[in-house]
Nanobody, 127 residues
């Protein structure tokens, strides 16, 4: 069992930046692909970004590519999402999640492949 706790959300104007953090409760965090997802009111949860266990590979949704950067620090059991050039349509609750299988990044975009989820952090971008 792993617990994930997100932080860093808030209210910013369009064009601004936020840095989200996700802290994991256990050391085996370093074996798992980690993902960020978001959910806006009335919409389904959608993939934002993912990073493999070693950090060698990263993946992004087309809507955030070039603006968001995912990274991780396995020594600190943490994963981050740097969000730049924010738009009102980025407004959502952002969740971090751990892939169900160690050393596996299969279907990294599918929330059903993630076994552990944080409680979410709200990011609101005003126009």
């Amino acid at each position: 069992q792993v617990q994930l706790v997100e932080s860093g959300g808030g209210l910013v104007q369009a064009g601004g930046s936020l840095r989200l953090s996700c802290a994991a409760s256990r050391g085996t965090f370093s074996r798992e692909t980690m993902g960020w997802f978001r959910q806006a009111p009335g919409k389904e949860r959608e993939f934002v970004a993912a990073i493999t266990w070693s950090g060698d590979s990263t993946y992004y949704a087309d809507s955030v590519k070039g603006r968001f950067t995912i990274s991780r620090d396995n020594a600190k059991n943490a994963v981050f999402l740097q969000m730049n050039s924010l738009k009102p349509e980025d407004t959502a609750v952002y969740y971090c999640a751990a892939h169900r299988n160690a050393y596996d990044s299969g279907r990294y975009y599918d929330p059903n492949e993630y076994a552990y989820w944080g409680q979410g952090t709200q990011a609101t971008i005003s126009s």
